[in-house]
């Protein structure tokens, strides 16, 4: 039986940098109060990180995209929409410890593998998580952004899934 166990984890100011070496640490994000999707990024029993990705809501709510939409952009949302409604509600994939780094607010990990991604014709796929900063009226507003991309086998179109985190959301 799988256990989903979200970490509580030390909130970072804009102050500290994230120097910890990726090969010994996870993150876990989720929004507080209401969950909506959250991602969990951990060292499994096989020695490679895996993530874990769950739509509390449900596959329709998951998010698709970020910015700015017009109605050329419609066919292309559609597909988006197909390839991570194929992953269900609740999703995981494995990185080898080599194809993650984390440094300076900035985490990533990828695979270059042509296998399928739970047998769903996926590949090449990427788990990207950094701090954004806004600037507003001489204030500072952080927030993260988490990344997952996907490639289609015969498809060289690259789908992602864009989910942002208030500052205190995720959890190193």
Not at 58 to 66: L, N, T
Not at 113 to 137: A, H, I, M, P
Not at 146 to 153: G, L, R
Not at 161 to 168: E, H, I, R
Request: glycine share 4%.
């Amino acid at each position: 039986m799988k256990k989903m166990i979200f970490l509580l984890m030390t909130i970072f100011t804009i102050s500290i940098n994230i120097s910890v070496n990726a090969k010994e640490v996870g993150v876990t994000c989720w929004t507080k109060s209401f969950p909506t999707t959250s991602v969990n990024l951990f060292k499994n029993s096989n020695n490679k990180f895996q993530l874990n990705v769950t739509h509390h809501n449900g596959v329709k709510f998951a998010p698709i995209h970020k910015g700015v939409i017009t109605s050329h952009d419609l066919k292309h949302l559609k597909k988006k929409s197909e390839v991570f409604t194929s992953l269900g509600d609740r999703y995981s994939v494995q990185f080898e410890f080599n194809n993650c780094e984390q440094k300076d607010g900035y985490l990533s990990c990828y695979t270059r593998d042509q296998d399928n991604l739970n047998n769903k014709g996926l590949r090449n796929y990427s788990f990207r998580l950094y701090r954004e900063t806004v600037l507003s009226n001489g204030y500072e507003f952080n927030h993260w952004s988490a990344h997952f991309d996907v490639m289609i086998n015969g498809d060289n179109l690259v789908y992602n899934s864009v989910m942002q985190y208030q500052q205190d959301d995720c959890h190193f």
